[in-house]
């Protein structure tokens, strides 16, 4: 495998952020002492124009771009690149007094008022024009611009509009997908309940908040439709910059596990992932060793969706963010370690919003590099500086990736379908909670694992774990049968196959579409546990694992009982079953065991599965990236205390220490080993 950097033409990591010289055009002796400042602090990129519509365009027809060149060629002459926004996250006042059809509409069908950001309709044509128009002269500008190396579309794309537009656009899109036959659309949406049967496409309504909310069919199309409609607005200025500068890739600001779009539908138009990473850190719900893993977890589901190449973390908080419910500091240290954990995952930039805090307005608190008190020997400019100097030393691993032999079937489809179901119980569905938790115990093992969707492709994997996979598409059965034949480990728990892409469940057994044969098990009951209630699955070996808050019924048809119920009145009766297969296993668990159990399971996995594990003291992370026959391997202290790994061998590029056994790791510490 080669190494694919992103940016040919930058030197090592992509080191910067969000940069607004526009707010700051009255003061010229800040916007030098900018310059003077990224230099020190290893800044090799900015990110420009984000927001700045109304400064680019001030009236209708009437542009102003010379701040922006000036910018880019001081920035240039300087060794710092430029990473351009399309101004689309937010528009002009002028725009929206002019067009308002330009605005959302909301879920009661109210048209906002000008103001706030991301909140403009995808499908407005006049919105598109103008956003085109602009793009046009941004690039006419910009364009060829010897510093430009990305094109960061809009911002953060998010949020729904129920506007005519959009509805009728609905209307084509259900349409297109039940070939325009509504008869089709009535029995996937099981419409004949409650007389729900429409006549035509041309009565669909969305999920208004004060109409249609009892129709899962409808809302999870109406997601799986949000989603089509911003991908097909992004497009349509990814279309143009190719048409424009077809050799500058580009990218959109994800914003890890948000809830509202698929963001694997999205990845597909982009060049190069990115995301804007700001965890709760020394929160008082879970450990930091907790949040870190959590955030690995959410950037393995970003690394995960192009998986030959880095990504990019295109924000991140060097210090607090503003918007949290209680903005606490990053303690001195973690801005490294969360830094280099990002680099460890597979991100090849370390980038923060923002370079200098502003003075006035909605983020006037938000951290960034540069504080107001201006200078450059505060806490959080003295870390990035520290960081700007250490990410010189590991610049080799540039365009190196991460190889995983192991797979978390995570999916956005299914999280919809699972957070919709009126059964269960709404407080502990937990559906990403519990991947994370699965995640948590391969990274606890050392075993590097990608995050996919079900109808990624896992063939080439070894090991699959698909939990609560309740919504199957089509064709994911066969391949995880295919998966088990050639030798895979699958791993299948609870909730597992109820529904097809439409929630119609599936009839003659859960797990359906086949898979009750596979798993040589049917699910016949699920009971919901109150937090209260106790439960626990007794394995062959005496062990015990507790169980909380699901517990299915099995009955056994072909597969060995690995453990039973002890409580309540199916006690004594199958909780998790393996069934060899071929060449491989497909495991069902039926319960939610604990995870140290899981992680048993896990690692019995591994070893049949020849995937090799390592012996890590909690809280210490480890990745690998590699290509070019390079090997850089990453261990990090997400904890406070003093951590030894064993069988470390090589040098560490941070401090140039030989490691021949054990690396001892202070607290928050990280090393980069080259082997
Ligand atoms: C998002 C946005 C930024 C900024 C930060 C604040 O990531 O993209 O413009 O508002 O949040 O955390
Ligand atoms: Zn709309």
């Given at each position: ?18 940069y607004n010289?526009?707010q700051w ?5 800040i916007?030098?002492?900018d ?319 923002q370079w200098r805090k502003g ?9 960034a590099v540069t504080d107001?008190?201006g ?301």
């Amino acid at each position: 495998m080669e190494k694919k950097s992103l940016f040919p033409a930058v030197k090592g990591f992509l080191h910067g952020g969000d940069y607004n010289p526009e707010q700051w055009l009255d003061r010229p002796d800040i916007l030098k002492e900018d310059i003077k400042m990224m230099k020190k602090a290893g800044i090799n990129s900015a990110t420009l124009g984000v927001f700045s519509w109304s400064v680019y365009e001030p009236s209708e027809g009437k542009y102003n771009f010379k701040w922006l060149t000036d910018t880019m060629d001081n920035l240039y002459k300087n060794g710092i690149y430029t990473v351009l926004a399309t101004p689309s996250g937010a528009r002009p006042a002028w725009l929206d007094e002019k067009y308002p059809e330009a605005m959302r509409v909301d879920n009661y069908g109210h048209r906002n008022h000008h103001g706030f950001r991301h909140n403009h309709c995808m499908s407005s044509p006049v919105y598109r024009e103008k956003v085109e128009n602009i793009i046009k002269k941004l690039v006419e500008c910009a364009g060829n611009h010897p510093g430009l190396v990305m094109w960061h579309i809009s911002n953060e794309f998010g949020g729904e509009c129920y506007c005519p537009l959009c509805i009728k656009r609905f209307q084509e899109y259900l349409a297109d997908k039940f070939d325009n036959d509504i008869s089709k659309l009535n029995h996937a949406w099981w419409n004949t309940f409650w007389s729900h049967n429409y006549n035509s496409f041309g009565q669909i309504e969305p999920p208004f908040a004060n109409g249609e909310i009892t129709s899962l069919g409808l809302d999870l199309e109406w997601k799986r439709f949000t989603t089509w409609n911003m991908t097909d607005y992004m497009k349509s200025e990814i279309k143009l910059l190719k048409e424009l500068t077809p050799e500058i890739p580009v990218t959109t600001n994800f914003m890890g596990l948000y809830g509202g779009l698929d963001y694997r539908v999205m990845a597909e138009e982009l060049d190069v992932v990115s995301w804007d990473s700001y965890p709760a850190l020394h929160n008082q719900w879970e450990t930091f060793t907790e949040s870190m893993e959590n955030n690995s977890f959410d950037h393995v589901t970003m690394r995960s969706m192009k998986k030959d190449k880095p990504f990019m973390l295109m924000e991140s908080a060097p210090g607090l963010v503003n918007w949290q419910q209680y903005n606490k500091v990053k303690r001195p240290g973690v801005h490294r370690l969360f830094s280099m954990q990002a680099l460890a995952c597979g991100s090849d930039t370390v980038q923060y919003f923002q370079w200098r805090k502003g003075r006035g307005s909605f983020e006037q608190y938000h951290g960034a590099v540069t504080d107001h008190l201006g200078t450059d020997d505060t806490r959080i400019f003295k870390e990035v500086a520290g960081l700007g100097a250490e990410l010189g030393k590991i610049s080799k691993a540039v365009g190196t990736v991460v190889k995983a032999k192991a797979a978390l079937l995570y999916d956005w489809d299914n999280r919809w379908a699972i957070e919709d179901i009126k059964g269960l119980s709404n407080e502990t569905k937990k559906y990403t909670e519990t991947c994370r938790d699965i995640y948590r115990q391969f990274l606890r093992l050392g075993i590097e694992m990608d995050i996919i969707a079900s109808d990624s492709g896992f063939m080439d994997y070894d090991i699959v774990i698909a939990p609560m996979l309740y919504m199957l598409r089509p064709g994911v059965a066969d391949e995880m049968k295919a998966f088990v034949e050639k030798g895979g480990q699958l791993l299948a728990t609870y909730l597992t196959g109820y529904v097809d892409i439409n929630q119609l469940c599936y009839l003659g057994g859960f797990p359906g579409d086949g898979l009750t044969g596979l798993f040589g098990v049917t699910s016949e009951e699920i009971d919901t546990l109150y937090p209260s209630d106790h439960n626990a699955a007794l394995f062959k070996d005496g062990s015990i694992a507790e169980i909380k808050d699901y517990a299915e019924t099995l009955r056994v048809n072909d597969a060995k009982v690995l453990a039973s119920y002890m409580e309540d009145f199916y006690k004594g009766t199958p909780a998790v079953t393996a069934r060899d297969y071929k060449k491989g296993t497909a495991y069902y668990v039926g319960a939610r065991i604990s995870n140290e159990k899981m992680q048993e399971i896990f690692l019995e996995m591994a070893e049949k599965a020849g995937v090799e594990h390592k012996e890590l003291p909690l809280g210490i992370e480890y990745h690998k990236r590699t290509a070019d026959g390079e090997t850089y391997e990453f261990y990090l202290n997400n904890s406070e205390e003093t951590k030894m790994v064993k069988n470390v061998t090589g040098t560490n590029l941070l401090n140039g220490e030989k490691i021949n056994g054990v690396l001892e790791l202070g607290k928050y510490g990280a090393a980069v080993i080259e082997l």
